[in-house]
């Protein structure tokens, strides 16, 4: 099917592909800092980050306007020195927790954290539960046998 | 009647649980800065950059803080509201022209009207971010001690206005001559 495309418009076509691809890439990454520690934490800051306008984008995959505000943001407070600790407390203090895309461990975020072992707890003991009950019925010589 | 109790009543709990989550309304991300100090700022004014206006000088007194720009299709949706409640003069009225086009803002108060006290022009969207201000319009609702009192994120309408603003600034108007009597 494909040879009967002839060569040249095989190759427009892939082209033509290619070049709907580069937006894609264009997003941010005009490196930010030369040093390339700053320029790792620069980005990983920004992965951190939720786009508030676009919540289900991080500030690194955004190009909102707000977006491109809040990694200047990030950036000047790099460059001026804060640790990566205060920027996220000065992000925190402007926008709330739901900035964060890696909640942070407060009174209110403990139920949140521990859900997940609270779940699996529950699920094993639900799980054995229903495990010995088989047993115990399955085994004909007593309902005991099933539990040593 | 256990075997199915729980796997029952677990379901059910799950399922308030999504009815409740199909009521709220994602977008809205509440403020951390309720009953916190405003942020201050100092900036240029939209209509004279030679005249600043700044958060202290509204001290004393209840005041208004809306969030708007000409690209934001809520903020024209508003403005005729914002234009009736300038009217009652409850409160001034302070404009933040976020990231917008000086020429373009004017142009927009000159031909619908300006309810606006006065306006400061953010154009870098620097106090916006300060305020934690994610989408316009936003309005905010700050008392005489410089307090956020209240967030309205959403064009603002005559409902919300009455609801939620006017009780406010009459008990924080309250507040403000009691202790100073």
């Known amino acids: ?148 | 009647m256990l075997k199915f109790g729980l796997p029952l009543a677990l379901f059910a709990l799950l399922g308030v649980f999504l009815f409740v989550g199909l009521q709220r309304d994602p977008s809205y991300v509440p403020s951390p800065l309720i009953g916190k100090p405003a942020p201050d700022f100092n900036l240029p004014s939209l209509q004279d950059a030679a005249y600043p206006v700044a958060s202290k000088e509204l001290l004393g007194r209840p005041w208004v803080l809306n969030v708007w720009g000409t690209w934001c299709g809520g903020c024209r949706q508003e403005h005729d509201t914002l234009l009736a409640i300038a009217r009652t003069n409850a409160v001034p009225l302070i404009g933040l022209n976020w990231k917008d086009d000086s020429a373009a803002a004017k142009e927009w108060l000159r031909a619908l009207g300006n309810p606006y006290s006065v306006v400061a022009s953010d154009p870098e969207g620097r106090v916006a971010i300060d305020w934690g201000v994610y989408g316009a319009p936003e309005t905010f609702l700050i008392g005489p001690d410089g307090t956020v009192l209240f967030k309205h994120i959403a064009p603002m309408t005559m409902e919300v206005w009455t609801k939620e603003f006017l009780p406010r600034i009459q008990a924080a108007s309250a507040g403000a001559t009691s202790a100073k009597g």
Request: with cysteine; glycine share 4%.
């Open chain 1, 1 to 148: 099917m494909l040879l009967t495309i002839p060569r040249f418009l095989r190759a427009a076509l892939l082209a033509l592909l290619c070049a709907a691809a580069v937006p894609a890439l264009a997003i941010d990454y005009e490196r930010a800092f030369d040093d390339p520690a700053m320029q790792a934490r620069y980005e990983h800051i920004n992965r951190e980050l939720r786009c508030l306008v676009c919540q289900n984008q991080t500030i690194a995959d955004s190009n909102a306007t707000l977006a491109q505000d809040l990694r200047r943001e990030v950036r000047e407070m790099i460059a001026a020195g804060k640790t990566d600790d205060e920027i996220r407390t000065f992000m925190v203090d402007r926008y709330g927790d739901f900035v964060l895309y890696k909640p942070r461990m407060t009174p209110v975020n403990y139920l949140l954290w521990a859900a997940p072992v609270l779940l699996l707890l529950l699920g094993t003991f639900v799980g054995i539960r229903f495990i010995r009950k088989q047993a115990a019925q399955a085994d004909t010589d007593g309902p005991e046998a099933g539990q040593s």
